[in-house]
C-alpha cells in the first residue's frame, strides 16, 4: 500500500490504492433516544473490536429483527499518528 498524501485543501487521498477511502469519525453521547424514537423502532446493533497492537477492527453489525449478522474486518489507518477523526479505512 503506498503513503496517503495531504492535499492542498487539507484532504487526504489515499496513493496507489483503489480500495482505501478518508473516513471522517463523529460520536455523540446522548442521555436518552431521540424524540419519536423507541427501543422497539427498527435499528441495528454495532459491535467494534479492536485487535490490540494492530490497525485491525472486527465490527460486527446486528438487525435484531431477522437476527442477521453483518461482519468485517477493517484496517484504519491515522495519516497523522494520532487523530482518528479523520482515518484511511479499509475493508478486508
Do not use: C
Request: no cysteine; net charge positive; glycine share 4%.
Amino acid at each position: 500500500m503506498g503513503v496517503a498524501k495531504l492535499t492542498d485543501q487539507n484532504t487526504i487521498v489515499p496513493a496507489d490504492s483503489k480500495y482505501a477511502r478518508v473516513e471522517r469519525e463523529r460520536r455523540y453521547l446522548l442521555q436518552d433516544l431521540p424524540e419519536g424514537l423507541t427501543r422497539a423502532s427498527p435499528h441495528v446493533q454495532i459491535t467494534d473490536n479492536y485487535i490490540t497492537g494492530t490497525r485491525l477492527r472486527l465490527r460486527k453489525i446486528r438487525d435484531p429483527q431477522t437476527n442477521k449478522w453483518i461482519v468485517k474486518l477493517t484496517q484504519k489507518f491515522a495519516p497523522d499518528g494520532e487523530d482518528f477523526s479523520r482515518t484511511i479505512i479499509t475493508n478486508i
